[in-house]
């Protein structure tokens, strides 16, 4: 089992910045990908970054060029780094890992999800 620890989400005005971070405790091997996604009141989850083990980044293009994600593989944790924001960023966000377990087994899993709330 593994367990995602969140945090970093709050409060902030429009063309601010918070920094999320996740961190993955467990029986792991390694973690392949790590990612963050979000979800608004009323709408899908959807991806906003992903990162590789070898540290390639994938953004959605509503945050290309504002949010930054990044990995420490020796901690088994992954950031966001979010600038720039604007009120539409306002969302639940979550960490998701695929992690290989000792066993030798594999999973995804996500985190418990931190609030951002963008004020215009």
């Known amino acids: 089992q593994v367990q995602l620890v969140e945090s970093g989400g709050g409060l902030v005005q429009a063309g601010g910045s918070l920094r999320l971070s996740c961190a993955a405790s467990?029986?792991?091997?390694?973690?392949?990908?790590m990612g963050w996604y979000r979800q608004a009141p009323g709408k899908q989850r959807e991806l906003v970054a992903t990162?590789?083990?070898?540290?390639?980044?994938n953004y959605a293009d509503s945050v290309k060029g504002r949010f930054t994600i990044a990995r420490d593989n020796a901690k088994n944790a992954v950031y966001l780094q979010m600038n720039s924001l604007k009120p539409e960023d306002t969302a639940v966000y979550y960490c998701?890992?695929?992690?290989?377990?000792?066993?030798?087994?594999?999973?995804?899993?996500w985190g418990q999800g931190t609030q951002v709330t963008v004020s215009t």
């Open positions: 467990g029986s792991i091997l390694s973690i392949n990908a």
């Open positions: 998701n890992v695929d992690v290989l377990y000792i066993s030798r087994s594999r999973s995804n899993v």
């Open positions: 990162i590789t083990e070898g540290g390639a980044a």
